[in-house]
């Protein structure tokens, strides 16, 4: 079973760093794209940071310029730090891996279960 958990989120006042984790687990074969989103409430989940397997990261025009992913060497954790926060940053944040489960197998998305940030004076 392939599991993607996401930790980091909590409390912090406008103008404030985070730093978000996501680690996959479990049988993957291969990993071939790992990313954030978020979501607001009553809005529609958005795409926040994505690295491909080509190696290009791509941001979101909101989180670029204040936020940063990165990767660790395997390749089985990764984080999204966020700088200069601001209250429209306010979201429930999930981490995101498209893998292969199997060699050959179809990709599948997997999701981890979301961590709230609250940007809040």
């Known amino acids: 079973q392939v599991q993607v958990m996401e930790s980091g989120g909590g409390l912090v006042q406008p103008g404030g760093s985070l730093t978000l984790s996501c680690e996959v687990s479990g049988s993957i074969w291969s990993i071939h794209g790992m990313g954030w989103y978020r979501q607001a409430p009553g809005k529609e989940r958005e795409l926040v940071a994505m690295r491909t397997s080509g190696g290009a990261t791509v941001y979101s025009d909101s989180a670029k310029g204040r936020f940063t992913m990165s990767i660790e060497n395997a390749m089985t954790k990764w984080y999204l730090q966020m700088k200069t926060l601001k209250p429209e940053d306010t979201a429930v944040y999930y981490c995101?891996?498209?893998?292969?489960?199997?060699?050959?197998?179809?990709?599948?998305?997997?999701w981890g279960q979301g961590t709230q940030v609250t940007v809040s004076s």
């Open positions: 995101y891996a498209w893998v292969r489960i199997v060699s050959g197998g179809a990709r599948r998305d997997q």
